[in-house]
């Protein structure tokens, strides 16, 4: 079994109690209890879990669980909407450009349409349709998860093959030691090969998000170009943020309800 499998498992298991010991991960996976060791301090080292005597326990803002798009869609709308007129604002007439699966790239995608002669590439089946016939728009291949995005190895490919300016992406988590992080395996993979096939990395991610950790890690903080959040971030999350990304984007929520 591979490492990327036994730390899934781990998580699993994490997700359904808040701790495991070590003994019986070696059992039930088949490995020594050392091999598992290694595995929670790897874990720990994402800030995914945290080792205990004997075991390992849940960190507190871990979600594993991967909601459905419509669970998603009315969370924080008025937030994910300010985000998606800032990152507007940073498309010219013309452009190439990726949006991933996600709700705030979704309210996005609605506003794309307003700008002249863009190429849009997406894995998301929700933002092509939000597009419509309106935007020259090329949707990769994939196996469809319950966020509505195509992911694995058809989706993988079909990037490799592009080249864009901008790749806007959705994520699950925002985390100082985690980094950008979502409930998906086969999703953070694809998301990585999107923001390879780009010149500039934007994370569009509410506040909400911050600190939240998921299981797989799509990349570190530092990878980003630029971050677009929200007002409704802590001074002590603006500090964290502004240190080590380029580039950060405050949409405010107060101005975006009054444009409601």
């Not at 995005?149 to 490799?160: E, N, R, W």
């Amino acid at each position: 079994m591979l490492a990327a499998e036994r730390h899934a498992r781990i998580m699993a298991e994490l997700d359904k109690r808040e701790a495991v010991r070590v003994a019986e991960l070696a059992a039930s996976l088949a490995v020594s209890e050392m091999t598992i060791r290694r595995d929670i301090e790897q874990l720990e080292s994402q800030g995914l879990a945290r080792r205990v005597h004997g075991g390992a326990a849940r960190v507190a803002d871990f979600a594993f669980a991967e909601p459905g798009f419509e669970v998603k869609f009315g969370h924080h709308a008025d937030a994910k909407s300010a985000i998606a007129r800032e990152a507007l604002a940073l498309i010219r007439p013309g452009s190439t450009l990726f949006v991933t699966a996600g709700t705030t790239t979704f309210a996005l995608a609605k506003l794309l349409p307003t700008v002249p002669d863009l190429t849009v590439a997406t894995n998301s089946i929700k933002v092509a349709e939000a597009l419509g016939h309106s935007v020259r728009t090329i949707l990769t291949g994939g196996e469809r998860t319950p966020s509505e995005a195509l992911v694995g190895p058809l989706a993988t490919s079909s990037l490799g093959q592009l080249h864009v300016e901008l790749c806007f992406m959705g994520v699950h988590g925002v985390h100082p030691r985690g980094g950008y992080t979502t409930p998906n395996l086969l999703e953070a993979e694809t998301n990585r090969a999107a923001a390879n096939a780009a010149a500039r990395l934007v994370v569009l991610a509410d506040s909400s998000k911050y600190g939240l950790l998921s299981l797989a890690q799509i990349a570190p903080i530092e990878r980003a170009d630029t971050l677009i959040s929200d007002t409704g971030l802590s001074a002590t999350a603006r500090r964290e943020l502004d240190d080590r990304v380029p580039h950060v984007i405050f949409a405010d929520t107060a101005l975006q309800g009054s444009q409601a």
